[in-house]
């Protein structure tokens, strides 16, 4: 409350990194977990950019498609995609029985870099 209180009075007291979001959605997706800019990067590694473009393009039915055409372990693939999933890039639909199928949820992420002070920031577009 202090802290509030002070940021209120004072704006630039604040010194945690910034988050914009395209809509109410994508900010209830990603406010609440640890998403920061350095936080984005590590997610967003060349190993899970290929990740997210088979996703995107070969469409698979299944967590477990997935993880045969990423050559990867169910469940290692399952901790990424839930990463990813709080970050507000990539959702599940629900399939009869217990399928999850994963399918991209974010368009483009935007990472601000401030390279001298506390005010990185991670913007997040959903897909329409």
């Excluded at 109410?24 to 997706?29: G, K, L, S």
């Excluded at 990067?41 to 060349?46: A, F, M, N």
């Excluded at 029985?97 to 577009?125: F, I, K, Q, W, Y």
């Amino acid at each position: 409350m202090r802290w509030t209180k002070r940021v209120v009075a004072e704006p630039t007291a604040a010194t945690g990194p910034k988050r914009w979001f395209d809509s109410d959605r994508t900010a209830e997706t990603v406010l609440g977990t640890t998403t920061s800019a350095e936080a984005m990067v590590k997610l967003l590694s060349e190993e899970n950019l290929a990740l997210l473009h088979l996703i995107s393009e070969r469409r698979p039915g299944s967590l477990r498609e997935l993880a045969t055409l990423a050559n990867r372990k169910e469940s290692n693939l399952s901790r990424t995609l839930k990463k990813l999933r709080s970050a507000g890039i990539v959702d599940f639909e629900d399939r009869p029985g217990r399928a999850r199928v994963p399918r991209l949820a974010a368009r483009r992420v935007t990472l601000e870099l401030d390279l001298v002070g506390p005010d990185s920031s991670v913007s997040v577009e959903r897909r329409d």
